[in-house]
């Protein structure tokens, strides 16, 4: 895909003296990831994040080579938050249990664990930056991390509703993305609420946001009966 760049082979570092190698490494993450959460992948530069990092450009052009290899190896670091989330969608359903409930709280709960740490909050917010840019399919990074994932859920929302068209389920996920997505921009509960409501409730976030999902997908699903979408109450608004 247009846009994205390659690896270039290179010689193997030479052999670490001490872990003063991987620590800068990591602040050079560290640094990229609080700053393209901010500023997005086109409004930061590879010397504002050396700067941040406080190292030297040469030292991130060694470890990465480009601005675009830096910011996928973001992703890479976080690779086992998606990795909790299809682990929870493949757990057996429970005796009894509601498997829309159950698809959407794998869906929801690790990601809301992760936003627990500040780096987990700062790799929520670069998420939500990346899938609503109109530029991110030049990158291909939504399309390689999390498409495949996604179309695992979609297959999982079909099973979970059978009577449904099949366009159905591929709505449903992508709408329940932005809902998720967004809910990392929590600040403003605190305005609403008058300050009643705190930011950064993760576990009532969570439990409201599976709630929200469950019964946004359930509402636009068909009458088993009738086979027609059932109404919403309250009429048009």
Known sequence: MQGRSTPKTKK?????????????????????????????????????????????????????????????????????????????LRQPLAPGGDPLVHIVRAFVLPVMQAQGSEAGLAYARLIARE????????????????????????????????RQNHDYAHWAYLFAVGALVMSVFDRRIERLSAGTIRAGDIEHKAEYLVTFIVAGIRAGSLNPDTGTTLPCSGGSH
């Open 12 to 88: 193997a570092p030479e052999p670490l003296q001490s872990g003063t190698s991987v620590s800068k490494r990591e602040r050079i993450l560290d640094a990229a990831e609080r700053l393209f959460a901010e500023g997005g992948f086109d409004g930061v530069s590879m010397r504002n994040i050396a700067a941040a990092a406080g190292v030297g450009l040469p030292l991130i052009v060694y470890h990465f080579e480009t601005k675009q290899n830096l910011y996928r190896a973001l992703f890479d670091r976080y690779k086992a938050v998606l990795d909790a989330r299809l682990a929870a």
């Open 131 to 162: 899938t609503s840019d109109p530029r991110e399919a030049d990158r291909g990074i939504v399309q390689d991390y999390f498409d495949p994932f996604g179309m695992e859920f979609i297959r999982a929302i079909e099973q979970a509703l059978p």
